[in-house]
């Protein structure tokens, strides 16, 4: 399955974003979908993931409360919907993929990525 990340950009801290990760290639709802996050100097972290279905959500303790994760099946997208952004939350964004992952707080070992998608919180 091939991932494209879009929406990412510069906003004031306090802001909102809403990232997007279109796919193709193969059925879109056989997948966990998840996004990453990687800041300048640091390992790429987990964000959030979902399930196949939509339902049940997944959120590491930074984004809880402030991130949505959700998909649209039909429109083969998952998204991230980013609110209340703090600088610390800068980052390169990433969605990946994977049928079947070990676990749903952990993408480290997910089988497909997107490119990456920059948001920049400025203070």
Avoid: H
Avoid at 2 to 12: F, H, I, P, R
Avoid at 82 to 108: F, Q
């Amino acid at each position: 399955v091939q991932l494209q990340a879009s929406g990412g950009g510069l906003v004031q801290a306090g802001g909102s974003l809403r990232l997007s990760c279109a796919a193709s290639g193969r059925t879109f709802s056989n997948y966990v979908m998840g996004w990453s996050r990687q800041a300048p100097g640091k390992e790429r972290e987990f964000v959030a993931s979902i399930r196949r279905s939509g339902v049940g959500t997944y959120y590491a303790d930074s984004v809880k409360g402030r991130f949505t994760i959700s998909r649209d099946n039909a429109k083969n997208t998952v998204y991230l919907q980013m609110s209340s952004l703090k600088p610390e939350d800068t980052a390169v964004y990433y969605c990946a993929a994977d049928e079947a992952p070990r676990s749903y707080y952990d993408t480290r070992g997910y089988d497909y990525w997107g490119q990456g998608t920059l948001v920049t919180v400025s203070s």
